[in-house]
């Protein structure tokens, strides 16, 4: 099945600083969606861009989706310490509920 | 607090031993999942259902076996587990497809299963 893959896999940046996290995935998709989670927590839905879209707000978040690259960036800005977390892309390819979900990118954001 | 309730949050069990997992939802949402995370690997998607008909068995063993007795509630009973599947389980629910989308997945907590 597909999956999304971010890049990079770690990062690490001072409070206030933006953080920018790619995902790639390799079919065409209806939707893709970003999901945070911070350590040994369950995941937080944070934002759903269509296929349709190119890009999206949502608080100091920003997605940006090109299908044509078959990629996605999500973008956290003036990034604060209760941003450090996981964050997953995850792809909707056929719908009939199947999300398929990337490995994952740690954010540290340092105080 | 997402409106997914998991029970329990921790389990230890031995291989030859017989637990199960519960998910509750009280979102009036239609549909149930369930998912492995096992670190450094995607999230793996194990089962889903759609109005307690299961629709989505990803291959997984049969040593892991689903239950929806209805649209708000969803186990996973484990039997004769290996170690290997020591992981974070987490159960999520949703609408269900609307048209081509899927939407939105509301996760719970997880439970930690080890098993020894």
């Known amino acids: 099945s597909q999956q999304g893959e971010e890049d990079p896999q770690a990062l690490s940046i001072q409070e206030g600083e933006n953080a920018t996290m790619n995902c790639s995935y390799k079919t065409s998709i209806n939707n893709l969606q970003w999901y945070r989670q911070n350590s040994g927590r369950g995941l937080v839905h944070l934002i759903l861009?269509?296929?349709?879209?190119r890009e999206k707000h949502s608080g100091r978040l920003r997605v940006t989706l090109d299908t044509s690259k078959k990629s996605s960036s999500l973008l956290i800005t003036a990034s604060r310490a209760a941003d450090t977390a996981s964050y997953f892309c995850a792809t909707d390819a056929g719908g009939n509920n199947r999300l398929a979900f990337g490995k994952g990118n740690q954010v540290v954001v340092i105080p | 607090e997402t409106g997914v309730t998991q029970t329990p949050r921790h389990l230890v069990m031995g291989m030859t031993n017989k637990k199960s997992l519960k998910c509750e939802q009280h979102?009036?949402?239609?549909?149930m999942y369930w998912y492995k995370q096992s670190a450094k690997k995607p999230l793996e998607l194990m089962f889903v259902?759609?109005?307690?008909?299961?629709?989505e068995n990803n291959s997984v063993p049969s040593r892991f076996s689903p239950e929806c007795p209805n649209s708000s509630h969803l186990f996973l009973h484990l039997h004769t587990l290996q170690p290997e599947d020591s992981a974070l389980y987490l159960c999520?629910?949703?609408?269900?497809?609307?048209?081509?989308?899927?939407?939105?997945?509301?996760f719970g907590e997880g439970s930690r299963l080890t098993v020894l």
């Open positions: 979102l009036g949402h239609n549909a």
């Open positions: 999520a629910s949703s609408h269900p497809t609307s048209g081509t989308n899927t939407g939105e997945l509301f």
């Open positions: 861009i269509r296929s349709n879209e």
């Open positions: 259902y759609n109005f307690k008909e299961q629709t």
